[in-house]
Each structure stands twice: as C-alpha cells, then as structure tokens.
C-alpha cells in the first residue's frame, strides 16, 4: 500500500517563504507522477504544481507561477513544493498526490491521482 506523508506546512508571514515535502513508501513502479493540490474549506482541491519521475516534465498553476517551484530528490520518491513570496490566498492545506502513470503531460484534476497523503496546513498572515 503506498503511503504519501507530506510536512513543512506552518503559519507565516506574507512575503515568506515555506518548503513542503512530500515522501512516498510502498509500492514500486518505475514512471510515476507525483502533484500537489490546494484545498480550502468548501471549495474543490486545486492543482498546484506537479512533476514526472524523472523531473523531466513539470506544470505550475498559474496562480502560483513564479513563485513555487516543484522539485523532487533524484534517488528518492521525495517531491518538494518550494513556496517563495507567499501571499494570505495561498492558505489553504496542501495535499501530496501520486499517480504510477508514464505522463506526457501533468493531470492537473484531482480525480486523475491514485494516492493521497494526509495534507499539511499552510496559514499565511497579513
């Protein structure tokens, strides 16, 4: 069973800076594609950011764009979402997802993803 455990989520100021993790165990597929998604209370989760295997492919959202960064360690399935610059509507709990796909293209719907973790809450203050 694949378990996906996210952490780095915190309460900040805007204008600062959060890197979340996200790290899968169990199960082993060599192609895969990992994402991070954004949920607030009533409202769907929303693609943030997402990455192939290999990192060769990534998408941002454009409502993040040129602020986040999605990376992932090279010999581990371990994804990072660097937050810079962040603003008060990027609160929100953030959910690391995980699909065993060979993607061309990041899916950036939530029902495209197989595996979830817990979330981690980002609260970012005025």
């Known amino acids: 069973q694949v378990q996906l455990v996210e952490s780095g989520g915190g309460l900040v100021q805007a204008g600062d800076s959060l890197r979340l993790s996200c790290a899968a165990s169990?199960?082993?597929?060599?192609?895969?594609?990992m994402g991070w998604f954004r949920q607030t209370p009533g409202k769907e989760r929303e693609f943030v950011a997402g990455?192939?295997?290999?990192?060769?492919?990534?998408d941002i959202a454009d409502a993040v764009k040129g602020r986040f960064t999605i990376s992932k360690d090279t010999t581990k399935t371990i994804v990072y979402l660097q937050m810079d610059s962040l603003k008060p509507e990027d609160t929100a709990a953030y959910y690391c997802?995980?699909?065993?796909?060979?993607?061309?293209?990041?899916?950036?719907?939530?029902?495209?993803?197989?595996?979830w973790g817990q979330g981690t809450q980002v609260t970012v203050s005025s």
């Open positions: 990455i192939t295997w290999n990192g060769g492919r990534t």
């Open positions: 997802a995980l699909r065993w796909r060979l993607d061309v293209t990041i899916p950036i719907m939530a029902n495209e993803y197989t595996y």
């Open positions: 169990g199960g082993y597929v060599s192609t895969y594609t």
